[in-house]
């Protein structure tokens, strides 16, 4: 068992990402400004969603990962949480309110020395949710991106 891992009972872990036009990131769609104040408002908001114990890191770009003491199913009610409360936060924000986040879940084996290929799994599932998503809604929020 990882060290980092051990004191986590049933390791879960999920990768949020916002949803753009096209699934291009935030700086491109939105421009660098608006794009920084996007990529905050997201790690704040799962900051304050998820359990004190729960462990969130950014990734890279603008997708984060969200380490979770819990099985694959909390892990997912708790992604499909994330989803529908995300929309309400943005009217306070001054963010475009057509945004949404995607999200992939994973869980990691209990016997498991290195959480990579759980990553990978929760990332390939939430770029699979990022298409599902981009179908269901083609238009997407396409917006003039600010001039920072």
């Known amino acids: 068992m990882n060290p980092v891992l051990a004191h986590i009972p049933t390791p879960g872990l999920m990768t949020v990402?916002?949803?753009f036009a096209a699934s291009v990131g935030a700086a491109d769609t939105l421009g660098h400004g608006t794009g920084d104040r996007v990529l905050k408002h997201v790690a704040d908001y799962i900051s304050r969603q998820v359990r004190e114990a729960d462990y969130v890191f950014r990734l890279?770009?603008?997708?984060?990962?969200v380490l979770m003491s819990c099985d694959e199913a909390e892990a997912a009610?708790?992604?499909?949480?994330?989803?529908?409360a995300?929309?309400?936060?943005?009217?306070?924000s001054g963010l475009p309110?057509?945004?949404?986040?995607?999200?992939?879940v994973a869980e990691v084996p209990s016997d498991t020395r290195d959480i990579v290929a759980s990553i990978q799994e929760a990332d390939t599932?939430?770029?699979?949710?990022?298409?599902?998503?981009?179908?269901?809604?083609?238009?997407?929020?396409?917006?003039?991106?600010?001039?920072?």
């Not at 890279?60 to 990962?65: Q, T």
Request: proline share 9%.
């Open 60 to 65: 890279g770009g603008d997708e984060f990962l």
């Open 125 to 148: 599932r939430m770029y699979a949710d990022k298409r599902r998503r981009a179908a269901a809604d083609p238009l997407g929020v396409r917006l003039k991106p600010d001039a920072t």
């Open 86 to 92: 995300f929309p309400p936060t943005l009217a306070s």
């Open 97 to 104: 309110l057509g945004l949404g986040i995607s999200v992939g």
């Open 77 to 84: 009610r708790t992604a499909h949480e994330l989803q529908t």
């Open 17 to 19: 990402s916002p949803r």
